[in-house]
């Protein structure tokens, strides 16, 4: 299963390129993360609960992030199992580009899946991993280009993450 997408974010790129090497940032972007850790030398782990129509799991895996080359691109791949549920395994080339005071995002997003998952069939697999991608980029955008928001203390809150259907998880 293949894709592509492209979408308008209103900060520079090299804010963008810093936010996808930082495992917090990846935290608060992926559906369902539940956790990461790890550095881009060394790669990161990630655990991830999804369900994919009547197919729940949590996915334990690793993400590499290659080929950088500083706030222009990226290659991030992935993989991860889980359980019984089977594994699934992608990965995406990134691109940056200065454009309209902003950066113009584009990627390109190969995944596959086995075991139970595969058994879903190709549409509600492709479904689901064009929302997981849409996903993933929109709660980046929303990230970056909402201000952060100080409480009385000083202290910023961390960004809402949606879950699956939009309702904020906190």
């Known amino acids: 299963m293949q894709m592509s997408d492209t979408r308008q974010i209103a900060v ?20 369902g993360a539940q ?8 790669g990161y782990e990630a655990t991830v609960v999804q369900k994919v129509g009547p197919v729940k799991a949590t996915f334990k895996g690793e993400v590499t992030i290659t080929d950088l080359v500083p706030n222009t691109s990226m290659v991030i791949d992935g993989s991860g199992k889980g359980g019984a549920a089977g594994f699934a395994k992608g990965g995406a080339v990134v691109r940056l580009v200065e454009k309209d005071g902003g950066t113009e ?19 509600i697999i492709d479904g689901f ?10 709660n980046l955008q929303t990230s970056l280009e909402r201000p952060a ?12 993450k949606k879950g699956w259907f939009g309702r904020s998880k906190g």
């Open 149 to 160: 928001v100080a409480d009385e203390t000083g202290a910023e809150d961390a960004p809402a």
């Open 105 to 123: 995002l584009s990627y390109d997003v190969e995944a596959k899946v086995g075991g139970k998952l595969a058994q879903l069939g190709s549409r």
């Open 129 to 138: 991993a064009k929302k997981m991608a849409d996903q993933f980029f929109e």
């Open 12 to 31: 520079p790129p090299s804010e963008v390129y810093a936010a996808l090497l930082n495992p917090e940032m990846l935290k608060n972007c992926v559906p």
């Open 35 to 42: 956790e990461v850790t790890g550095s881009v030398e060394e």
